[in-house]
C-alpha cells in the first residue's frame, strides 16, 4: 500500500473542500491533498447549470459549473494537489486515511482533516411513500444530473413532491426542457424554497403549487402511470376522501437532504440529533481533534456561497491546527432557545471573542425578536419582520467576555411599533 | 385604464407582497404601495415594463467525455422571448474543445446578448 505523509487533506472536491484547500494553502500549508471520489471536481455544481452562484464570494451572478472553474481556478493558483476517483474508504481519530485510488489503495496520514463530503437526498423509502416501484421516479438531483449532464430525456408528464428550492429550479428546467410540470405538491402549509424561487420558478410558467398536499400512491408495474394525492391535516396525515390519482410518467421527489455522515461515523466525530452533522466549535474543529467540517456535510446550507465560506473558514483553522499554531481548548456550549431548529457552532471557544453564529428556524415567523444573551444579559437582540425557515440566518457577535453561557432565542414582539 | 398587480419583491428575504397600479395603455406604473423599501418601485418597474431572466439550458457536443454542454445567455433576456432563444440554442451542435465563455451564439434573435459555453470540455 502507499504510504503518503500530508499537512490538510480534504475529503470531498466541491464548493466548500475546494474552498478549504484554497483557505489552507493561502494560511501556509505546504501539502494540501483533496480527495474526491468523482473524476471532476465542483461536486454538485457542475449540474446546477442555472445562475444564483457567486454573489457573495465573486461578486457576480454566475452558473454553478462557472463558479465551480473560479474555485478550480483559485485552487490550481494556490497548488492545490487532488486525487479524482479517489474514495475515502476509512478514517480514524488518529487522523489516518485510507484511500481506494486508481493507483490502488493509499494509506494518508494527516496533521489536519477537513470533512467537506456534501449531502445525499431523502429518498422515496425515507419518507415511506407506498405503492409500485416502476421506473419513473426520482429524487430531483437524480433527474438534473441526467439532463443536465448526461443529455437523457426522463419523461414527459411530471409531478414534483416537495417545494424545496431544487424542486422550484427542477419544475422551471422540466419545463423549459419540454416536460409538463402538473403541479408541485408540498405536505407543509408553507413553500420550503424561497420566494425568489416559488416566484422565478413556479410563477413564471404558471406550474400549480398545492400546499399541505402529498403523494399518498404510486401506480404502474414498470413504468409510473399516475400517482394518488392527498390533502393533509394538521397533524400532516392524509384526509380520507381528498385523494385524487393524477396520470403522470414522472415523479420528483425534492423531499430534503441529509449531510453524509459516514466517514465521520467511522472517525468517532459526536453528531448532532438536530443539524445531522459534526458538533463542532467556531474553528469547524469537531469533538475529535484536528477532524474539521464544513459545508453541506456539517448542516444543509441553501446557497454555495455560504457552503464556500465555511470552506474558507475550516481551511485556515485546519492549517492553524496542522502547524501548531492552534490546539483544541475548552469550549462553552451554545444553547438554543425557544424556535430554533439548528445552531452553528454548537460550543466556543474559551478564547474566542468574535463568533459568527448561523441558525435557522422550525417554521416561518412574523414580527418576531431574535435575541442572543450571555451569562443572561442581552448582547444582540435583531427585529424580523419576516423570518423564514427555508433560509440560514448570520449573526456577527463580539463581546469583551468569554463566551461561556451563550443562549439563542426567538421571541415575539410584545408590542410593535405603530406603523 | 389602471390595471391593479400584486408583485412580489425577490431583492431581499422580506418578499413584500407590493400592490401595483399599472396604466393599461402606456404600460407606466401609477402607484406602488406595500413596498417596506425604496427598491422596491423600482424593481416592480422593471417586471411590469420588460420582466428579464436568464436562459439557461444544455448543447450536445462530440466529445469523450460528456454528451452535452451547460450554455447560458450571457445576460438576462426579455422573459417573453425565453422559449423562442431555447428553440434558436437547441439548434446548435458542438464538438469538444470548448471553454467557459467561448460564444456559441452571437446576438441571440437580435436582442444584444450572446449565448455563451458555462463549462470547460477538453
Not at chain 1, 97 to 124: F, H, N, W, Y
Not at chain 1, 310 to 335: D, I, R
Amino acid at each position: 500500500m502507499i504510504e503518503r505523509n500530508v499537512d490538510v487533506a480534504i475529503i470531498g472536491g466541491g464548493p466548500s473542500g475546494l474552498a478549504a484547500a484554497i483557505a489552507a494553502k493561502r494560511s501556509g500549508s505546504q501539502n494540501v491533498l483533496i480527495l474526491e471520489r468523482n473524476n471532476f471536481l465542483g461536486g454538485i455544481l457542475i449540474q446546477c447549470i442555472h445562475p444564483g452562484f457567486g454573489m457573495h464570494l465573486y461578486q457576480e451572478e454566475l452558473t454553478g459549473p462557472e463558479f465551480a472553474a473560479r474555485l478550480i481556478a483559485d485552487a490550481a493558483k494556490e497548488g492545490v494537489e487532488y486525487l479524482l476517483k479517489a474514495m475515502v474508504v476509512d478514517l480514524n481519530d488518529q487522523k489516518e486515511l485510507i484511500v481506494d485510488s486508481p493507483q490502488g489503495l493509499i494509506k494518508i496520514k494527516a496533521k489536519a482533516v477537513i470533512l467537506a463530503m456534501g449531502c445525499r437526498e431523502r429518498t422515496r423509502g425515507m419518507i415511506g411513500i407506498p405503492g409500485f416501484r416502476p421506473a419513473g421516479v426520482f429524487s430531483a438531483g437524480t433527474a438534473q444530473n441526467y439532463i443536465n449532464m448526461q443529455n437523457l430525456q426522463i419523461g414527459r408528464e411530471a409531478i414534483i413532491l416537495g417545494s424545496g428550492d431544487i424542486g422550484l429550479i427542477m419544475a422551471r428546467h422540466l419545463t423549459l426542457e419540454g416536460i409538463h410540470v402538473i403541479g408541485v405538491h408540498e405536505v407543509l402549509p408553507y413553500c420550503s424554497g424561497s420566494i425568489r424561487n416559488r416566484v422565478q420558478c413556479l410563477e413564471d410558467f404558471g406550474i400549480p403549487l398545492h400546499l399541505s398536499s402529498t403523494v399518498t400512491d404510486i401506480h404502474g408495474k414498470h413504468r409510473l402511470e399516475a400517482v394518488t394525492v392527498a390533502k393533509v391535516d394538521g397533524k400532516l396525515q392524509p384526509i380520507a376522501g381528498t385523494e385524487q390519482k393524477i396520470a403522470c410518467d414522472t415523479l420528483l421527489l425534492s423531499v430534503g437532504l441529509i449531510p453524509e455522515n459516514e466517514l465521520a461515523r467511522k472517525a468517532g466525530v459526536k453528531l448532532s440529533v438536530q443539524s445531522k452533522g459534526a458538533e463542532v466549535d467556531d474553528h469547524l474543529e469537531t469533538s475529535v481533534p484536528g477532524i474539521f467540517s464544513c459545508g453541506n456535510v456539517l448542516h444543509i446550507h441553501d446557497m454555495a456561497d455560504y457552503a464556500s465560506n465555511e470552506g474558507l473558514t475550516a481551511g485556515q483553522k485546519a492549517s492553524e491546527y496542522a502547524s501548531h499554531k492552534t490546539q483544541k481548548v475548552q469550549n462553552f456550549s451554545v444553547h438554543s432557545g425557544e424556535g430554533i431548529a439548528t445552531v452553528i457552532p454548537q460550543f466556543v471557544r474559551q478564547d474566542t471573542r468574535e463568533v459568527e453564529i448561523k441558525f435557522r428556524i422550525r417554521k416561518p415567523m412574523y414580527d418576531v425578536q431574535l435575541q442572543i444573551t450571555n451569562r443572561g444579559q442581552p448582547i444582540h437582540t435583531r427585529r424580523f419582520q419576516t423570518l423564514l425557515h427555508s433560509e440560514m440566518q448570520l449573526v456577527k457577535l463580539k463581546s469583551t467576555e468569554p463566551l461561556d453561557d451563550l443562549k439563542i432565542e426567538i421571541v415575539p414582539i410584545s408590542q410593535p411599533n405603530a406603523r | 385604464m389602471t390595471e391593479l398587480k400584486q408583485i412580489y419583491c425577490i431583492l431581499c428575504p422580506n418578499a413584500c407582497a407590493m400592490a401595483v397600479s399599472v396604466d393599461s395603455e402606456n404600460k407606466s406604473i401609477v402607484t406602488v404601495s406595500n413596498n417596506r423599501c425604496n427598491r422596491g418601485p423600482k424593481y416592480a418597474a422593471q417586471e411590469i415594463l420588460l420582466p428579464k431572466r436568464t436562459l439557461i439550458t444544455t448543447i450536445p457536443i462530440d466529445s469523450q467525455d460528456w454528451p452535452v454542454v451547460s450554455v447560458r445567455t450571457a445576460t438576462a433576456i426579455p422573459k417573453e422571448r425565453m422559449f423562442d432563444v431555447y428553440n434558436e440554442i437547441k439548434r446548435c451542435h458542438l464538438a469538444a474543445p470548448v471553454t467557459i465563455g467561448d460564444v456559441v451564439i452571437k446576438d441571440v434573435l437580435g436582442l444584444g446578448t450572446d449565448v455563451v459555453v458555462t463549462r470547460t470540455i477538453r
